[in-house]
């Protein structure tokens, strides 16, 4: 009998990352500029990096408690509650290798075989397969660009079933860069009062937002905390993506069992990241200005290059992406990115990689300098140029 016929279905029957597609093409050429990975093009910053090299050099190299060391879920409480006024205590912190686990635990812990999870599309591509994977049914729900891709709360109320039990919120947004503010979450939080439902909220872009707004959790409304768990980390706010530091607040009940599925998964994050983590949340507020401010000015640069350009571009409030409107050129957004790829080297992804929501739009990465953005746009606007 062949192998495969012992292979678990669900598995075989998962889409591959569109984001992945995309950037193993670029390593197959030469003189491409690739604006579809969002990771920071920063490197973590010296003091952060010197305090995972000085854990290795007093010789911590064994494995820390499941939960993680105790000094940072401590740290992390306390930084939740200065920088976002949310109340969890050290025992309601759960540290993982990225935020991606933090992800699988949270739905691991509360999906049963059939239960629906309704999903805000575009969105970041792993919450589907997760979901998929834990016997869950992944409910898709269109955001739109006319409401800059907010969730709509009439939409949500009619997607909700008797068999529905898991909201996704993911803002800010990974690939539109949308935000929801306090009075677009009003609304939802009522809903899922309501309708008794377990809000994930993926909030590891919280520390990038622009302008005058600061990032509100659908956790800090009445009645929302006993029913939300926060997923975060440290890869977007601090550059530490290959760190794989992340992290889960929730309720103590919620992430007791979280703990325990942690315990016979992955065990414990690497210690060394977890002591670089630590010196991160505790005194790393100013490298998140610095880096926020070089975001801001890319963001405004790259939005009015769209626009000028002519493929429609709303402002990203949040993020580091933008999700431009490539409908003008009466491409679908696959043929859109394999063309330009191919014929002007540049490398974006298409919007449907992210839900069939994101048809007729491409993420753009703006984690990149300047003048590789200006590289990218030049090129761009000359493909545009001649579809024309």
Same mark, same amino acid.
């Given at each position: 009998?062949?192998?495969?016929?012992?292979?678990?279905?669900?598995?075989?029957?998962?889409?591959?990352?569109?984001?992945?597609?995309?950037?193993?093409?670029?390593?197959?050429?030469?003189?491409?500029?690739?604006?579809?990975?969002?990771?920071?093009?920063?490197?973590?910053?010296?003091?952060?990096?010197?305090?995972?090299?000085?854990?290795?050099?007093?010789?911590?190299?064994?494995?820390? *408690?499941? =939960?993680?060391?105790?000094?940072?879920?401590?740290?992390?409480?306390?930084?939740?509650?200065?920088?976002?006024?949310?109340?969890?205590? #050290?025992?309601?912190?759960?540290?993982?290798?990225?935020?991606?686990?933090?992800?699988?635990?949270?739905?691991?812990?509360?999906?049963?075989?059939?239960?629906?999870?309704?999903?805000?599309?575009?969105?970041?591509?792993?919450?589907?397969?997760?979901?998929?994977?834990?016997?869950?049914?992944?409910?898709?729900? *269109?955001?739109?660009?006319?409401?800059?891709?907010?969730?709509?709360?009439?939409?949500?109320?009619?997607?909700?079933?008797?068999?529905?039990?898991?909201?996704?919120? =993911?803002?800010?947004?990974?690939?539109?860069?949308?935000?929801?503010?306090?009075?677009?979450?009003?609304?939802?939080?009522?809903?899922?009062?309501?309708?008794?439902?377990?809000?994930?909220?993926?909030?590891?872009?919280?520390?990038?937002?622009?302008?005058?707004?600061?990032?509100?959790?659908?956790?800090?409304?009445?009645?929302?905390?006993?029913?939300?768990?926060?997923?975060?980390?440290?890869?977007?706010?601090? #550059?530490?993506?290959?760190?794989?530091?992340?992290?889960?607040?929730? *309720?103590?009940?919620?992430?007791?069992?979280?703990?325990?599925?942690?315990?016979?998964?992955?065990?414990?994050? *690497?210690?060394?990241?977890?002591?670089?983590?630590?010196?991160?949340?505790?005194?790393?507020?100013?490298?998140?200005?610095?880096?926020?401010?070089?975001?801001?000015?890319?963001?405004?640069?790259?939005?009015?290059?769209?626009?000028?350009?002519?493929?429609?571009?709303?402002? =990203?409030?949040?993020?580091?992406?933008?999700?431009?409107?490539?409908?003008?050129?009466?491409?679908?957004?696959?043929?859109?990115?394999?063309?330009?790829?191919?014929?002007?080297?540049?490398?974006?992804? =298409?919007?449907?990689?992210?839900?069939? #929501?994101?048809?007729?739009?491409?993420?753009?990465?703006?984690?990149?300098?300047?003048?590789?953005?200006?590289? #990218?746009?030049?090129?761009?606007?000359?493909?545009?140029?001649?579809?024309?």
């Amino acid at each position: 009998m062949p192998l495969s016929d012992k292979f678990n279905q669900t598995a075989v029957g998962l889409k591959p990352s569109g984001i992945r597609k995309f950037f193993d093409l670029t390593y197959t050429m030469e003189d491409v500029v690739s604006l579809g990975i969002g990771e920071p093009d920063f490197i973590t910053p010296w003091h952060i990096r010197d305090a995972g090299i000085y854990s290795l050099e007093k010789g911590n190299t064994m494995y820390t *408690p499941n =939960p993680g060391l105790p000094a940072l879920r401590q740290a992390i409480s306390d930084y939740l509650a200065r920088r976002f006024s949310m109340q969890y205590r #050290a025992e309601e912190i759960l540290v993982t290798v990225g935020g991606s686990e933090a992800i699988d635990l949270a739905l691991r812990a509360f999906l049963e075989p059939g239960d629906e999870v309704i999903i805000p599309e575009p969105c970041f591509v792993c919450y589907d397969p997760i979901t998929r994977l834990c016997g869950g049914v992944p409910v898709g729900l *269109p955001t739109l660009a006319e409401d800059e891709f907010r969730l709509n709360p009439e939409l949500l109320e009619r997607a909700i079933t008797p068999k529905t039990k898991v909201l996704i919120l =993911p803002f800010p947004n990974n690939p539109t860069g949308a935000v929801m503010l306090r009075e677009h979450l009003e609304p939802i939080a009522e809903i899922c009062i309501k309708h008794d439902l377990i809000v994930l909220s993926d909030e590891i872009y919280g520390e990038l937002t622009y302008g005058d707004l600061r990032h509100v959790s659908i956790s800090t409304l009445p009645g929302m905390h006993e029913r939300t768990i926060v997923v975060s980390g440290l890869s977007k706010s601090h #550059a530490m993506t290959g760190w794989r530091i992340g992290y889960a607040a929730a *309720p103590i009940e919620a992430a007791k069992l979280m703990i325990k599925i942690h315990q016979f998964a992955l065990m414990c994050a *690497p210690i060394m990241s977890q002591y670089a983590a630590l010196e991160a949340i505790e005194a790393g507020d100013e490298d998140i200005a610095e880096m926020r401010e070089e975001y801001d000015r890319r963001r405004r640069f790259i939005t009015d290059g769209f626009n000028r350009i002519g493929l429609p571009c709303f402002e =990203p409030r949040g993020a580091f992406y933008v999700f431009p409107d490539i409908r003008p050129t009466r491409l679908s957004s696959e043929e859109f990115c394999k063309r330009m790829l191919y014929e002007e080297k540049v490398a974006v992804v =298409p919007g449907d990689a992210f839900g069939a #929501a994101g048809e007729g739009f491409v993420r753009c990465s703006y984690a990149y300098s300047v003048q590789k953005i200006a590289l #990218a746009l030049e090129r761009i606007e000359s493909f545009v140029q001649k579809l024309r």
